[in-house]
Every structure is written in structure tokens, then in C-alpha cells.
């Protein structure tokens, strides 16, 4: 079906995380009523009473004229034209579960940097086999663009793909602002996979960073992830695109050296000496690289491009070998075009 939305389309925020509440702020200060699903008791009743979310990102106050939180998924969804996802998305089956009204003319974008576990699919694979929407009525919200510095209104940089650039740059209007510059691109593909990739290699950064390796080394491992990602995309779904633009190479960057990156942190958390399991009990956000490293191991079992760095980081997570081993081996065959 096909879906255009208009100047006045009704918008909706599926989640209640740092980066849904970052977006929710993103429409509001454009003066734009937002339907939001929030199904956590304490985050709805400080929105509803305050408008503030008290778990997340609690300094960003919103006028409670343009926010509508709700625990009701099917009235939230109802009431809009169009769906901002931003969940885990290893809840996103949860998240959408009481879902009972059709998603066939909404316009969807997934603001979610991972892949469905069990599934081994991205957001907008999962969402058309599951949903059946095809995917010119679906967008992705990707590029270097920490919560934190968005709530704060830090200029960033924020990408919107879609193959659909009408219904792209009606929501890029409803987002932009004098600190969010919009950029467009029509390769959901890659920009969706550059998204999910990058957890990854940050993790190894993290890694690298917590076992003691120095910046000289850190930066030859990441121009190496970089090359790698590149090399992902290209080979499993070639297409006319610049891989050094902000949404792949940017993204890399800010989340594998920011401070604000969970998944940097989680690397360093386990290359500091915790276990794994201990890592993930420290964090107190979820660290898509971690479901993701699984997720991008099964997946490329069909494309077989050759994946040093998310191997390592796979068998790290996975299958218990010494974060110091990998690294020591994954470090003697770095390509260093010297």
C-alpha cells in the first residue's frame, strides 16, 4: 500500500528509552502533539504529572500540551499517521505484541540500531515479513547522534532514509531544528546495517581500550572497522552509496570513541577483566553490539564476507574465548596499508 503522509500527519513514539524520549522532544519543540506508548508505570506517571521522564534523561521538560503518554498500544497507534519506533530490539516482538491495529496505512520508521534476535533480521525486514509493509511506507532515523547531546541541543547531524523521500522529508520537517540538521538518503539497506554494524565495533573498541592498547592502535582498528562495515554492506547488497558520509563512517565514529556509547562501555567493562554476564548486569542500558555480534554471525553465514573484527567480538561474547587472546590474534592480521 502505498502511504503519503502531509504537513499534517499525527505522530507517534513507540518507547520510552533515552533516545524515544530524545525524539519526543526533537517533535515537541516543533510544536508537534506526540501519541506516546509508554508502558512502564513510573516513566507514564512522571510525564503525566511532571512532564519529565524520571528515568531517562530527566533535565528535558516537555509541555504537557503536546504530549499524550499512554499504556493503551492500540489507541496510541490508532491516533497516528505516523510510528516512531525507538525499543531495544530484543523487545521489539514484546513491545508490539497487544498490538491489534493494522500498520497497512502508516508510515514507519524504526529508530532502532540492532537486529531481532531469533529472527536474524533488521527492523524493516522483521516489520515487512511480520506486518507485511512494503518498504516505501518505512524510514530509518541513523547517524552520529547520542540522546544525551540531542536533549541538550548539541548540533548533530541526523540521517533519514527511506525510498520514499516525499514522506522522508515530512518527518525531517517535523525534526529539524537550529541544532538538528537533517540529511536524506534512499539507501535503507545500508544505512540500516551501518547502524546495527557499528555496535559492534564499538565494542571492540572498548575492548582494545580496557586491555590497555593505546589510541596508535585503536585508530588502525577502527579505519579497519570501517573498512569492514564497507565491506558488508557492499557485498551483500551493492548499491550507489558513499560509505564516508555520516551515517556510516559518523555513526562509527561517536560509538566507538564517545563517552556516552554503551557499547564502548561494555567492551571496556569486559576488557577490564569482567565476565560477561557481569558486564551486562553493570550496564544499565542495553548494548544493541551485544545481540547484535550473534546476530550478524548468523547472517553472514549467507553472505560469507569476511568479518575479522565481529568474529572476535562474537567469540568473545560468545563462546568464552580471552578478550587478550582475540585481541592479540585479531591485532596480527590488521591491515594496516602501510
Known amino acids: 500500500m502505498e502511504v503519503q503522509i502531509g504537513k499534517d500527519a499525527r505522530y507517534a ?5 533515552s533516545w524515544a524520549t530524545a525524539i519526543v522532544g526533537m517533535l515537541t519543540k516543533n510544536k508537534t502533539v506526540v501519541e506516546w506508548y509508554v508502558r512502564n508505570g513510573e516513566v507514564l506517571e512522571g510525564l503525566l504529572n511532571d512532564g519529565r521522564n524520571p528515568k531517562y534523561l530527566y533535565e ?51 529508530a532502532i540500531k540492532g537486529i531481532i534476535p531469533g529472527y536474524w533480521q533488521t527492523v524493516a525486514e522483521y516489520l515487512h515479513g511480520q506486518f507485511g509493509l512494503n518498504f516505501r511506507q518505512m524510514g530509518i532515523i541513523a547517524g552520529p547522534t547520542h540522546a544525551e547531546e540531542v536533549s541538550r541541543g548539541k548540533l548533530s547531524f541526523l540521517t533519514l532514509a527511506s525510498a520514499d523521500e516525499h514522506n522522508a522529508r515530512m518527518v525531517g520537517e517535523k525534526l ?39 589510541d596508535n592502535f585503536i585508530a588502525v582498528l577502527v579505519s579497519n572497522c570501517a573498512n569492514e562495515m564497507t565491506r558488508f554492506i557492499e557485498e551483500s547488497y551493492p548499491d550507489a552509496r558513499n560509505t564516508f558520509h555520516s551515517a556510516y563512517l559518523g555513526d562509527l565514529l561517536v560509538t566507538c570513541y564517545s563517552s556516552y556509547s ?27 553490539g551485544y545481540y ?3 546476530c550478524i554471525r548468523h547472517i553472514n553465514l549467507k ?35 602501510c
Open 13 to 17: 513514539v513507540i518507547g520510552y528509552g
Open 176 to 214: 529539524a531544528s537550529k541544532y538538528i540538521h537533517i540529511c536524506y538518503s534512499s539507501d535503507l539497506y545500508g544505512v540500516e546495517y551501518a547502524s546495527i554494524l557499528k555496535n559492534i565495533y564499538a565494542l571492540s573498541a572498548g575492548l582494545a581500550k580496557g586491555l590497555g592498547y593505546g
Open 262 to 288: 554503551r557499547n564502548r562501555r561494555l567492551g571496556l567493562l569486559i576488557g577490564h577483566g569482567c565476565t560477561v554476564k557481569s558486564a551486562l548486569n553493570e550496564m544499565t542500558m542495553v548494548a544493541e
Open 303 to 337: 553472505h560469507n564476507v569476511s568479518m575479522p573484527i565481529a568474529d572476535m567480538v562474537y567469540e568473545v561474547l560468545y563462546k568464552n574465548k580471552s578478550p587478550r587472546k582475540a585481541m592479540a590474534e585479531l591485532s596480527a592480521t590488521l591491515d594496516v596499508n
Open 60 to 110: 528535558l521538560e516537555f509541555d504537557r500540551d503536546y504530549i499524550h503518554p499512554s499504556d493503551d498500544l492500540d489507541h496510541v497507534v490508532e491516533n497516528a499517521d505516523v510510528l516512531i519506533l525507538s525499543v531495544p530490539s530484543a523487545f521489539l516482538k514484546d513491545f508490539l505484541a497487544p498490538l491489534t491495529v493494522s500498520l497497512e496505512n502508516k508510515f514507519v520508521i524504526s
Open 292 to 294: 547484535a555480534a550473534e
